[in-house]
């Protein structure tokens, strides 16, 4: 069992930043792919950006040129960057770790956007 914690989140002003981390533990074997996702209320879970140990970045077209990924392989420790935030940013944000195709989730963190 991969154990996945989120951090950073709270509330900030539209046009203002914010860095989400989170590190995946408990696993002999490094995480494959890591990804975070956002679920806003009443609406479905939507991939934001998702970062393999090898391979292409991949973002949603919503945050393109706003939100940056990077990942720390020594600490399995992944970072969203979010930059010119919006108030329809503002959702629950998870963080996924897959480790030989098993996907394993955070609790999630808070991120509010006010106009």
């Known amino acids: 069992q991969v154990q996945v914690a989120e951090s950073g989140g709270g509330s900030v002003r539209a046009g203002g930043s914010m860095r989400l981390s989170c590190t995946a533990s408990?696993?002999?074997?490094?995480?494959?792919?890591m990804a975070w996702y956002r679920q806003a209320p009443g609406k479905q879970r939507e991939l934001v950006a998702t970062i393999p140990s090898l391979g292409s970045i991949v973002y949603a077209d919503s945050v393109k040129g706003r939100f940056t990924i990077s990942r720390d392989n020594a600490k399995n420790t992944v970072y969203l960057q979010m930059n010119s935030l919006k108030p329809e940013d503002t959702a629950v944000y998870l963080c996924t770790a897959v480790v030989r195709l098993k996907h394993d989730w955070g609790q999630g963190t808070q991120v509010a956007v006010s106009s």
């Open positions: 408990g696993s002999m074997f490094d995480p494959d792919v």
